[in-house]
């Protein structure tokens, strides 16, 4: 079954560029340097071997990719954005993700989605501390931060600390739950709906919902913030 | 069928064997109380090494507060963290 559980095979490698650089112009293919690795070996190995007996064509590779890679926050914020507009919706979201987002249209895959809601008494935030495990096909391919070793292990540790940093400062007497992505299941939080967003449609709601309000780390902008982008 | 039941405290087994867990080393040892049971899903200690899983477990998300954690928690007592335990690693905590 293909899933999400740490199969991290993203190609994040920077890839050469190639402006100018002074007096020393020549930049190298990033491919030219760093060496593959096993892994990697392997991997085309098997993918060749899939093709050359006709289990899999390389179109049906391509397409794969194209479509992980067509995932994205838009996904999660239209989902974020009908729960505020929709509270019939926003009870079958909070009782089953993943059948919540599959009426929207959203394909979850083998996804079991556990929506998590921000309150005035609560705000969650996700993490996976064993390592890296991601709703990507709400939010498609995480952020490099939420992979690194620092962020797994202090947002555990010192939530409010790592919240700061990231310019979430909550006020006093709020809960802080940390949800830690350890096994089956995959988080989406949903975050309050802004002050002053009242009278707005599902698309200009949708407009406020960022990437990280949906991981918790921050909050959803208010209808200033995103007019002024 | 699952032994607990949401709202039940559970404590986590503090064993450390090799292979590969989905039981975070932090929480081994650790009270909590179940938040809601998940499902039934196959054994991460089967399937790192190509098992099928079976038998499949009672998964759980367990509720811990920070302090029973981190003895030294910088935050509010009222700070949990949920993680995601299977039956096979719980046992009731009375």
Redesign the interface.
Known sequence: MADEREHEHDHDHEHGHDHEHGPRAFQPDLEDTVPHSDYQYLEAAVRELLIEKGLLTADEVRAAIEAMDARGPHLGAKVVARAWADPAYRQRLLADGSAACRELGVDMGPT?L?VVENTPAVHNMLVC??CSCYPRFLLGIPPLWYKSREYRSRT??????VLAEFGTVLPE?V???????????RYLVLPMRPPGSEGLDEAALADLVTRDSMIGVSLPQSPKQAAAE | MARFAPGEAVHVQDRHPAGHL???A?CRGKRGVVERI??S?GQ?ESYGFGGDGKPFQP?Y?V?FE?AR??PDY???A?????????EHWLDPAG
Not at chain 1, 175 to 185: G, K, L, Q
């Open positions: 079991h556990v501390t064993l555990v540790r010192e939530p409010r600390a007497g809960e802080v739950r940390v949800h830690d992505s350890t096994a089956d299941m | 989905r039981t975070p932090y998940c499902g899903f991460p998964l998300r509720r920070q954690i981190w910088d935050g509010p009222t700070d949990t963290v949920e993680i995601e335990i299977f």
